[in-house]
Nanobody, 121 residues
Framework: QVQLVESGGGSVQAGGSLRLACAAS????????MDWYRQAPGKQRELVAGITSSSTTNYADSVKGRFTISRDNAKNTVYLQMNSLKPEDTAVYYC???????????????WGQGTQVTVSS
């Protein structure tokens, strides 16, 4: 089994910054892509940013230029640096990754428990 532990959420005023972290532990041989999603009240969960195993990144248009995703493979951790935060960034943020327990094994999807980010105007 694999466990994901998120940290770094909180409340901040518009224009402020937060850094989210998601650490994976357990039976991990390798991790494929790592992503951050968010879900605001009454809205569907949406992809915010993703990073592949070769560190290629992609971002939702709404966060380009403000958010930066990165990963530390030695620590099995993915980060999301969020700058110039806006009230519309308020949501529960979830990390997601696909990992396999051994070489040649099947990749399985895992989700973090979610961390609240609240941005006030």
């Amino acid at each position: 089994q694999v466990q994901l532990v998120e940290s770094g959420g909180g409340s901040v005023q518009a224009g402020g910054s937060l850094r989210l972290a998601c650490a994976a532990s357990g039976r991990i041989f390798s991790i494929n892509a790592m992503d951050w999603y968010r879900q605001a009240p009454g809205k569907q969960r949406e992809l915010v940013a993703g990073i592949t195993s070769s560190s290629t990144t992609n971002y939702a248009d709404s966060v380009k230029g403000r958010f930066t995703i990165s990963r530390d493979n030695a620590k099995n951790t993915v980060y999301l640096q969020m700058n110039s935060l806006k009230p519309e960034d308020t949501a529960v943020y979830y990390c997601h990754l696909a990992t396999r327990p051994y070489f040649g094994g099947t990749y399985y999807d895992y989700w973090g428990q979610g961390t609240q980010v609240t941005v006030s105007s």
